[in-house]
């Protein structure tokens, strides 16, 4: 089944790119991965943090005396987990005064050398991020100075956190408190302080890394899809380029110039194809050289046998009345009728091969013909009107418009039922004229109104002048036509002039210019 006209036509090359396309997605969703990955292990290390600060409320209260001594020491043993080279631990009384503080916090961000990929994943997320902007959902408030509100919730007996925010209003630390209890009473307050660097394991920069590779291969993949891409329809666009230039505007095989790089350069599918493409127009090629030369050969080689065939049938009928000698010379007229048409048509389409185009004013010409057919034919019952101005002139071959006209009319006396005249009209339009020639009679078949300007397509159910057509008369109406770089169409017509009318409508349009 054909696709319609009007469907949207897709390349290759461009259904590919939209494939392409569509696989940029793939960092956006790494983008949004991350962004989902950063915020679960935000919460994760605040219940952590969270965890841990209240433990250290617990250990303070079944072992003070050993918690002041690691404290007065520094070093912490019991929490080994605890990074307190970027974090920091405040023990507040109940008055909110400092007791103890333990441990660093620096000013700026401490960055550790990391490989390529790992900064090119944390480069890509930042790059994505300055195009789709996002802000975490931090569980916590936020606050450039969160160490009174931590404190008084502590002392009210809350375990609490927050986070400090720079001048940018980014966060750059979390805080945890939890209230000192012994026996039953609140004395203080216990702070942890952590930069927000440190929240994360090194599974982050682990993704970062995974982000990274990914993002190299992608690019990979991407350029290598679009050379090879690229170099795929480049091919085949040669390929249907040089297929377009074996054929001329008649649809013949010119001279055979279509390169065949089979064994050259590329080995696959496409090589293949061109390769069996080069031998089928090799033998098309031949093929329509030996038709183009067999009428000729024919009228050749069979002209003398014809001729002495015809000289000893009319002997014969000199000496013998049989009706069957008027039978035999009958097939040898319509013989030679054959081979005269079959050698019409191919020494039409050489003659405008070998013709110089010349102006000519169509419009007097169309006239002196339309004048001497209706005196030669009066049979025919011709209707005609020409209103082409004497100044318009066709580039081409006068007596080839003629020859044209000549097929036109006998087709449509051929076909014309007898009812009514056959109608000649040759007008002017914007930059063409038209000649249309409407004969009644039968309609063409369904689907033949470009079919019947094929060679050897005949629809004729009777020959009312008894003699053998071979289908070549529309055909040279169609040659001369694109000869002068015009059209030849056919249609059905149901209605002329308002009545009902059944026939077949011929119409020929040609390029003009004023003399």
Known sequence: MLAPQNALRLSIRTR????????????????????????????????????????????????????????????????????????????????????YVVGQLPNEEISKPVDLFTSSGKILIKTLA?????????????????????????????????????????????????????????????????RMETLFSHNLNYFYRLIGIGAFIFLIVIIGALIHTAALSNRIIRLDNDVKRTFNSQGRITDLVFPDTHSRIY????????????????????????????????????????????????????????????????????????????????????????????????????????????????????????????????????FMIEQLMDKLLSNAADFSDGKHPIIIRCSNRVNHIEISVLNSGPLLPAGFEKQVFDGMTSIRVLNQDEQTHLGLGLYIVKLIADFHQGTARAENVHTYKNKPFQGVKFTIDLPVHKA
């Open 16 to 99: 590919f790119f939209i494939l392409l396309l569509l696989l940029t997605i793939l960092p956006f969703l790494a983008y949004r991965f991350a962004i989902d990955l950063h915020r679960i292990m935000l919460n994760n290390q605040a219940i952590v943090q969270e965890q841990t600060v209240e433990n250290l409320a617990l250990i303070l209260e079944n072992r003070t005396d050993l918690w002041a001594l690691q404290i007065q020491s520094g070093m912490p043993t019991r929490l080994s987990h605890l990074n307190l080279t970027n974090s920091v631990l405040w023990v507040v009384n109940e008055s909110r005064q400092t007791t």
């Open 130 to 194: 300055a195009f789709l902007p996002y802000s975490l959902p931090y569980p916590y408030p936020q606050s450039s100075t969160p160490e009174h509100n931590l404190i008084t919730h502590s002392l009210q007996g809350n375990t609490h956190q927050q986070y400090r925010m720079d001048k940018n209003e980014q966060p750059i630390s979390l805080m945890s408190s939890t209230p000192l209890i012994v026996k039953g009473k609140i004395i203080g307050a216990i702070v942890l302080e952590q």
């Open 267 to 398: 080995h696959d599918e496409l090589s293949d194809l061109r390769h069996h493409i080069h031998e089928m127009l090799k033998q098309l090629s031949a093929y329509e050289r030996y038709l183009k030369q067999l009428p000729k050969t024919l009228r050749h080689e069979i002209h003398n046998p014809l001729n002495r065939l015809s000289m000893a049938l009319s002997l014969l009928e000199k000496d013998s009345d049989s009706p069957q000698l008027s039978y035999a010379q009958h097939a040898l007229a319509q013989l030679k009728q054959i081979i005269s048409s079959l050698s019409e048509a191919t020494s039409i389409e050489d003659s405008l091969h070998s013709q110089t185009p010349e102006d000519f004013p169509i419009g007097i010409m169309l006239q002196h013909y339309l004048k001497n057919t209706e005196t030669l034919h009066t049979n025919w019952k011709l209707d005609y009107a020409c209103n082409i101005p004497s100044n318009f002139q066709v580039c081409g071959d006068g």
